[in-house]
């Protein structure tokens, strides 16, 4: 990912977790994280609206501790339906915020279809959508720094 903005990138990846409240017509998301490295720390998985992008808000979200190598499943329970972004940050220095090097990301992390990315993202870049009629299911891919 190059040239990305750094208050930008820092602001979606930092303020995620923050937990939403259900509703009569929420849906489960699952959604699988593929390429976690074993690199200690947290990785902190949430979903965020339009309103909240790119912002210190969150919907819904959850933090596994100590993530081992390989792919792991989080599942959301009671998301509205909408549009939502979901980003993944590998929290290795445990501040809940992206650690940046040169203004690129110095830490790992995921955002859907995030491996296009070439600059900051918009919404429209990295939503998906939960439907009225219940449950989705998103795959995203972690990306780690070089020789870090």
């Not at 602001?11 to 998301?29: K, N, P």
């Not at 819904?60 to 009671?78: Q, S, W, Y």
């Not at 070439?118 to 891919?141: E, L, N, Y």
């Amino acid at each position: 990912m190059q040239k990305v903005q750094k208050a930008a990138l820092a602001a979606t990846l930092s303020s995620f977790v923050l937990m939403g409240a259900g509703s009569a017509l929420a849906g489960d998301v699952v959604i699988t994280v593929t390429g976690v490295q074993a690199r200690g720390g947290d990785l902190l998985v949430g979903l965020q609206t339009s309103a909240q992008f790119l912002k210190q808000a969150g919907d819904h979200g959850e933090i596994i501790k100590a993530p081992t190598a390989g792919t792991r499943v989080v599942t959301l329970k009671d998301v509205p339906p909408g549009d939502y972004s979901v980003s993944v940050l590998h929290d290795m220095n445990g501040d809940q915020q992206m650690a940046l090097a040169n203004g690129m990301p110095a830490e790992g992390w995921a955002m859907f279809r995030g491996e296009t990315l070439r600059a900051a993202p918009t919404f429209d870049q990295v939503k998906f959508t939960v439907p009225a009629s219940g449950d989705a299911q998103v795959s995203v891919a972690m990306q780690y720094p070089a020789g870090r």
